[in-house]
């Protein structure tokens, strides 16, 4: 394998990685933010025993699955991209051939 193309190669593999591994870190902090809990501080002259506003649950669920479904997938493609860029894997063929042996 010539020098120049191994480089190449080895660039390309870093930087799928790092794509992954930001994507995942966005949807992580996304996430993070989203699953603050609101607070209700009530007002002077409203009770503090009275029940806090409510908020639309179908909308913070699908926010939710969402950014789930996001993180689960940018830690996934990190572990897959991680191990390519570790085995030198850069073709599905590749891939095939380091899992049989």
């Known amino acids: 394998m010539e020098p120049v ?3 190449e190669r080895r660039k ?3 930087v799928r990685f ?5 994507i995942t ?3 992580t902090r996304l996430l993070m933010k989203r699953l603050q809990v609101p607070r209700y501080e009530p007002g002077m002259f409203q009770l503090n ?3 806090p506003p409510r908020t639309d649950m179908k909308n913070d669920i699908m926010k939710a699955g969402i950014l789930t479904t996001g993180m689960v997938g940018g830690l996934f493609s990190m572990g ?4 390519c860029w570790t085995k030198n894997i850069s073709t599905i063929r590749d891939f ?6």
């Open 5 to 7: 193309r191994y480089k």
């Open 12 to 14: 390309q593999q870093m």
């Open 18 to 22: 790092f794509s992954a591994t930001a």
């Open 25 to 27: 870190l966005l949807f």
């Open 49 to 51: 025993h009275k029940v």
């Open 80 to 83: 897959l991209y991680g191990y």
């Open 96 to 101: 095939r051939g380091n899992l049989n042996g």
